[in-house]
């Protein structure tokens, strides 16, 4: 027997924000090593894609929410097409000869420090969002079931911690492993871990205005009960 697909109205909004964070992510902080003093913890080193990077864990908790494991898997595997095309043209853009001068001489060796590195950055994101992303919509999933739907701030709280645990373990070590000391590897990875985990203790009123807010609107409120919880496949 068919079964008609619902029409939402706002989650292609929220996959096509989703992936542009996820590509901001990547391609405008995740390669920058930056520094902040800290009260009582004194320099703390951090990855500049932090400002991005919460942001996609954020969406990922509405969607599955909102719409269930399906729609929020299908949204990860658009991010993941989006990351290898840009790092393919990257890598084809850098190859083309440049131009003679002074200027594009200078413009191609930014492009080579900037995006040289960006089909292995792309390449770790990919393999660590995509364990860690799957790993949030999981137990978010599995434990909105159990819980009968309360206590949202525990589960997003609880799945992100679970999640960002394995993307920043993953990602900096693919990412950076052999380019970065050793020593910074892990302790941007860890800080990452932190300031992510604590983004989702800060941004729990606004998880709740947009879950609350598009709960009404689309009229849904999904338990993912007999959900297919393979992570290899879109089909909603």
Not at 63 to 79: F, I, K, N, P
Request: aromatic share 18%; with cysteine.
């Amino acid at each position: 027997m068919s079964t008609t697909r619902r029409h939402y109205r706002y989650y292609d909004l929220l996959l096509t924000a989703f992936v542009v964070v996820l590509l901001c992510s990547n391609f405008i902080g995740a390669g920058k090593a930056a520094v902040i003093d800290l009260p009582y913890f004194g320099t703390c080193v951090f990855g500049g894609g932090i400002l991005f990077f919460p942001i996609a864990y954020f969406f990922g908790d509405v969607l599955t929410e909102v719409y269930g494991y399906a729609y929020d898997r299908r949204a990860v595997w658009a991010g993941f097409a989006a990351l290898a095309f840009a790092a393919i043209m990257a890598q084809i853009v850098i190859s083309l000869p440049a131009a003679p001068g002074a200027y594009m001489a200078n413009y191609q060796h930014g492009l080579e420090t900037v995006f040289g590195n960006s089909w292995r950055i792309a390449l770790a994101s990919m393999i660590s969002f995509w364990c860690g992303s799957f790993m949030n919509s999981f137990v978010l999933a599995k434990f909105k079931i159990l819980t009968h739907g309360r206590f949202l701030w525990m589960r997003t709280i609880g799945s992100t911690a679970m999640g960002e645990l394995i993307d920043s373990s993953l990602f900096y070590m693919l990412a950076f492993y052999g380019i970065w000391p050793n020593q910074e590897v892990i302790q941007v990875a860890a800080a990452q871990y932190v300031l992510k985990t604590s983004w989702e203790v800060l941004a729990t009123p606004l998880t709740y205005f947009l879950v609350n807010f598009l709960k009404r609107k689309e009229n849904e409120d999904y338990y993912d009960i007999d959900t297919n919880f393979t992570p290899f496949r879109v089909k909603v």
